[in-house]
């Protein structure tokens, strides 16, 4: 195939996690999670406003802690649902997110790393106010822009015909 030269598309995303400590009457702990566990967390890769991402973004790989079973998840896209994961645990860690394209894009994964927060340490009375007013919710979350350089034809037509 041939690439569409001189052309560079961009798609904003965003990733990160977002945790709450377990609380009797705001996040009870079901039934069944270890007793160590103090939080429920989410990582995610979603569009802005939850825009489609998946005429772009295959799959998602999430590497967690290997402390935790089943460490290596892999998360298939659906079209308009964000690439999401929920676990609970005690600690804090760095999330290996790999993305898969679409095979007409004909690009290799690419890695992020993302650090899980459970705590809100070093955030400003500001936004610690804002984070009781949301349940205590420690929201860490990054904007990206996957750059598409020079696409080949077919996968240039599928970004620009959405
Ligand atoms: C620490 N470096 O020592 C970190 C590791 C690991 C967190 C944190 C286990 C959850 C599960 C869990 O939360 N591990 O067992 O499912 O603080």
Redesign the pocket.
Same mark, same amino acid.
């Given at each position: 195939g041939k690439r569409v030269k001189g052309v560079q598309i961009f798609r904003p995303f965003v990733y990160g996690t977002t945790a709450k400590p377990f609380d009797e009457k705001t996040n009870p702990k079901p039934p069944g999670v /270890?007793e160590d566990?103090t939080h429920s967390w989410t990582v995610f890769v979603k569009g802005i406003d939850d825009v489609d991402i998946t005429y772009w973004l295959r799959r998602v790989q999430f590497k967690l802690?290997e402390?935790? /079973?089943n460490h290596v998840r892999m998360i298939e896209g659906e079209k308009g649902k964000p690439f999401l994961l929920h676990e609970? &645990?005690? &600690?804090?860690?760095e999330i290996a997110i790999k993305l898969y394209y679409v095979p007409e894009s004909a690009e290799k994964p690419q890695t992020l790393y993302h650090h899980l927060r459970l705590h809100p340490y070093g955030r400003t009375d500001e936004e610690k106010e804002a984070m009781r007013l949301n349940g205590g919710q420690v929201i860490s979350w990054a904007y990206e822009e996957q750059l598409f350089n020079e696409p080949y034809e077919p996968f240039y037509e599928v970004l620009t015909s959405g």
């Open positions: /270890p566990h802690h402390s935790i /079973p609970t &645990g005690w &600690g804090e860690f």
